[in-house]
């Protein structure tokens, strides 16, 4: 039985393509990566069930088209819309373990559980990516930096980081 430890979350199936079973799908991975998994998983009536890829027709960089084993039809595609896609964790090569996009919507927390913002983006067009966060009253930035996590909530989707003394308080008020 496969159990939600032992996948990551990389993309979310979005509506047939045609009558013979296709399926877009967006991915927070290298399309170009898809072929590399055993499977692609998703949660059926409250269990995760893998499903073999036996063709993919890119859209652009994040979008495809897929055919899987068994679905052969526009109705056996239905139930596959806005469904999460999933693989497992040990297939991910080592540099892809987290991706950066896949923190988007999540809620930052302190390590004493004081609510931060919620990440809205994600800036990688430097060589050190940021995390765009936004909370009430303001929008700043947080470098994405491995020091910083102190623990990933995937359920709740809650990331809990332990920033530098003043980091988001330069940013908004000019201050520390």
Not at 106 to 124: A, F, K, M, N, Q
Not at 158 to 175: A, E, F, S, Y
């Amino acid at each position: 039985m496969i159990e939600e430890k032992d996948i990551v979350e990389i993309g979310q199936y979005n509506k047939p393509h045609g009558v013979n079973g296709e399926i877009s799908a967006t991915f927070m991975c290298d399309v170009d990566e898809i072929p590399s998994f055993s499977t692609l998983i998703s949660s059926m009536d409250g269990i995760f069930v893998p499903f073999f890829v036996s063709n993919v027709r890119p859209k652009n960089d994040r979008t495809v088209l897929l055919r899987l084993d068994g679905v052969n039809s526009e109705q056996d595609v239905r139930r596959f819309v806005n469904k999460r896609i999933y693989v497992f964790r040990h297939e991910l090569s080592e540099g892809d373990d987290v991706y950066c996009d896949y923190f988007i919507g999540y809620d930052i927390l302190t390590p004493e559980g004081e609510y931060v913002g919620r990440i809205v983006d994600v800036d990688d067009s430097t060589e050190n990516a940021l995390f765009i966060v936004e909370n009430e009253d303001s929008e700043f930035m947080i470098p994405i930096a491995e020091e910083f996590f102190v623990f990933i909530d995937e359920a709740e989707k809650r990331l809990t980081l332990d920033l530098p003394h003043g980091i988001i308080g330069m940013q908004v008020n000019g201050k520390d």
